[in-house]
């Protein structure tokens, strides 16, 4: 019953100890770890995760379907947006910054300084 309620306070809780006590500010990349681990033995073992958190889904064919075409639009949309930029100001994605020209890049740039 403890692992049915509290599995994700002890991801939680995995994650943030090291980040306030090892190592200060790396919450994100300590949450990923967890996360990480977390998925792989998930994947491992599903059975174990169905027993403590089941998540009823749906096996409808048009629900699957219309869910990966609109990923499907989407990541196609980012892909020639991401190209025509690359393409129009002659940039190299590999070394250069492809949202350096926008407000929220300078603005999260500023931020981190």
């Given at each position: 019953?403890?692992?049915r309620k509290g599995h994700g306070?002890?991801?939680?809780?995995?994650?943030?100890?090291?980040?306030?006590?090892?190592?200060?500010?790396?919450?994100?990349?300590?949450?990923?770890?967890?996360?990480?681990?977390?998925?792989?033995?998930?994947?491992?073992?599903?059975?174990?995760?169905?027993?403590?958190?089941?998540?009823?889904?749906?096996?409808?064919?048009?629900?699957?379907?219309?869910?990966?075409?609109?990923?499907?639009?989407?990541?196609?949309?980012?892909?020639?947006?991401?190209?025509?930029?690359?393409?129009?100001?002659?940039?190299?994605?590999?070394?250069?910054?492809?949202?350096?020209?926008?407000?929220?890049?300078?603005?999260?740039?500023?931020?981190?300084?």
């Amino acid at each position: 019953m403890f692992l049915r309620k509290g599995h994700g306070l002890i991801l939680l809780l995995s994650c943030t100890i090291p980040a306030f006590f090892i190592k200060r500010g790396a919450w994100l990349q300590h949450r990923a770890s967890t996360l990480a681990l977390w998925i792989m033995f998930v994947m491992t073992v599903p059975t174990f995760a169905d027993r403590i958190a089941p998540v009823p889904t749906t096996h409808n064919p048009k629900a699957f379907f219309a869910v990966s075409l609109i990923a499907l639009l989407a990541n196609a949309a980012l892909f020639i947006y991401q190209f025509r930029k690359i393409v129009k100001n002659r940039l190299n994605p590999l070394k250069a910054e492809i949202y350096s020209e926008t407000a929220s890049y300078r603005h999260v740039l500023t931020d981190s300084l």
